[in-house]
């Protein structure tokens, strides 16, 4: 059948399954949005407030889903409205395919109006990048680039088609998803797509022995979990090998969810803001098993005597992350299912009940005076987490609340926690919340942010209010920037410069003006009263502001300096 460019993207849409995209018209993607307008039936899109809410909503809907999130945008600064949420997706293996239109062929190259190598400045941050000039190449690119997204180690991937392409005609041919590369040129497209480091394979057999004989050595054995647990829906696997190892389990921040926050194994967080359990479990075992994670400066703070007593194992899909940041005794490359699930079937049941008498010794939570009559972010925390349900998705921004609500809020399964813990992009929360409540309709979602972050993404409110997204935001309002004002007074003498936020808006006014509901909250009491009347407008599908009082000396403890060592406290 012969097609337009712009129906060949709806079709080609429609193969991956996809009901839902996230974006933003403009000049140069007309052809698509018109061709969307007459496939509306088929497939939502969400018109955002700006381009960057737009890309964190399709990766919430990604990685709450487990689904390819799509993001549409025109050229020019459309496209590069993109860039904070694709280079996100990218460092935190978020798989979704963004599709941006340029000019047309006769333009380009020339600075035409909204013209920008939109290809050159997503290389960087994608797993790939392609620009279409031909219609007859839209359809296999478009396969593959969907292909790409979701194979491997997950991550965002961009076509740029020009304009006059979304209005070319071309044959076009029906190929369901399960037929993708077995037949013609598409064959070959794919087969790149999964080549390499790049596709999902077994592990090496011998590997895999030899860390079973490792494990049948030690005596104090350490789990840390990544976010490649989480991508890779490996929780059930991870949790089952933890039990079986008897072993201690440490949780990065992209692992939140594929080890409950609240299991008997659980230490709690690992690193700069790491639980003394956890840092300290590290520290004292003889056997580190990382499973899905970068150890990133974050984590390994001083790579050189990181877990410096035991020999260090990495299970991981992406070769390049091996000895890129901790030089490791062993590895072993493969998708975390299908290693854990090998590992699972050739250990006995260890019991190292010494050993977690020793590492449940020091503190896995942090403890607040709440004598004081401030609302302290356990207190919130907690308050929130009684009275909304188990499952609820949480989205956070970036900053202090974000470390707090990793601490203090339980996590159980991959996907209920959306936080940017690789690229810390502050202005995430409440697309990706979005992003989570549009592919999760039947689950409360609630958005807890700062206000630093918020002022970066509360446009988003009109988003929200407009398609009827029940989304709660707990904004953690403590008059400035709250992490990096945390630096100040421990490493620059409480030289305050540009971190105080001694200034507008009025977050309830500000809700207001929206059309949702808010209030400001002090203590326990008014923010019980808060959720309730949140969770009661939510049944008509509302949204709710909710602006908590927290003291501004308030810190994220503990803390562990940038380059230290990981048991050097300068906070307890």
């Known amino acids: 059948m012969v097609m337009t460019g712009a129906q060949i993207l709806m079709e080609c849409l429609l193969e991956q399954g996809v009901d839902t995209v996230f974006g933003y018209p403009g000049g140069t993607n007309l052809n698509v949005y018109d061709e969307l307008y007459k496939y509306s039936d088929k497939i939502k899109n969400y018109l955002t407030s700006h381009e960057q809410g737009a890309a964190h909503a399709a990766d919430g809907y990604a990685r709450s889903t487990g689904k390819v999130g799509v993001c549409l945008a025109t050229s020019g600064p459309g496209a590069t409205n993109l860039t904070t949420g694709i280079a996100t997706a990218h460092l935190e293996s978020s798989p979704v395919v963004f599709i941006t239109c340029n000019v047309s062929g006769n333009l380009l190259g020339k600075d035409a109006f909204q013209e920008a190598d939109v290809v050159g400045i997503m290389m960087p941050i994608t797993k790939s990048t392609f620009l279409i000039t031909d219609v007859e190449k839209l359809a296999d690119t478009v396969r593959e680039a969907f292909a790409l997204a979701r194979s491997g180690r997950p991550g965002p991937v961009l076509i740029d088609i020009l304009k006059d392409v979304t209005a070319a005609k071309c044959e076009y041919e029906y190929l369901p998803r399960e037929q993708h590369g077995t037949t013609g040129s598409l064959a070959g497209l794919l087969k790149r797509a999964h080549s390499s480091s790049l596709r999902l394979f077994e592990p090496d057999k011998e590997d895999v022995d030899l860390l079973v004989d490792m494990i049948a050595q030690s005596k104090k054995p350490m789990l840390i979990c990544g976010g490649g647990v989480t991508r890779s829906r490996a929780h059930e696997e991870f949790r089952a090998f933890a039990r079986k190892l008897d072993s201690p389990v440490a949780i990065t921040l992209m692992g939140g969810g594929s080890m409950p926050g609240d299991d008997p194994l659980s230490t709690g967080m690992i690193g700069m803001h790491g639980s003394q359990a956890s840092n300290r479990a590290v520290d004292g075992c003889d056997l580190l098993i990382a499973v899905g994670t970068r150890f990133s400066d974050r984590v390994a ?29 062993h590895h072993i490359i493969g998708d975390a299912k299908m290693v854990l699930k090998q590992l699972i079937e050739k250990i006995p049941q260890y019991d190292h009940s010494e050993w977690k008498k020793y590492v449940f010794s020091f503190p896995t939570e942090t403890e607040y005076d709440e ?44 996907g209920q926690l959306l936080t940017s813990g690789g690229f810390g992009s502050m202005g995430f929360g409440l697309g990706a919340a979005i992003g989570g409540k549009v592919g999760n309709p039947d689950k409360c979602v609630i958005h807890i942010t700062g206000d630093g972050s918020f002022r970066m993404n509360c446009n988003e409110l009109a988003t929200e209010e407009y398609y009827k997204l029940p989304i709660i935001t707990f904004i953690f309002n403590n008059g400035c920037l709250g992490m ?51 969770l009661e407008e939510g049944k008509e599908g509302r949204g709710y502001v909710v602006d908590c009082a927290v003291a501004q000396s308030e810190l994220v403890r503990p803390m562990v300096n940038g380059g230290t060592h990981i048991t050097e406290f300068l906070l307890n």
Not at 301 to 308: D, E, H, I, S
Not at 523 to 531: G, H, P, Y
């Open 301 to 329: 703070l001083r790579p050189a005597t990181f877990a410096r007593d035991a020999k260090i194992v990495h299970i991981d899909v992406d070769r390049a992350e091996i000895d890129k940041n901790v030089q490791t005794d």
């Open 371 to 414: 004598s004081t009559g401030v609302m302290t972010p356990k207190q919130i925390l907690a308050t929130i987490g009684d009275m909304v349900p188990e499952d609820t998705i949480v989205a956070t921004d970036v900053g202090e609340h974000q470390m707090w609500a990793i601490q203090h809020f339980h996590f159980f399964y991959p």
């Open 484 to 534: 990096v004002r945390q630096w100040q007074e421990l490493m620059y003498d409480g030289r305050y410069s540009a971190t105080i936020l001694d200034r507008g808006p009025d977050f309830v006014k500000l809700a207001e003006a929206y059309g949702l509901k808010g209030r400001r909250v002090t203590n326990v009491d008014e923010l019980k009263e808060a959720i309730e009347e949140a």
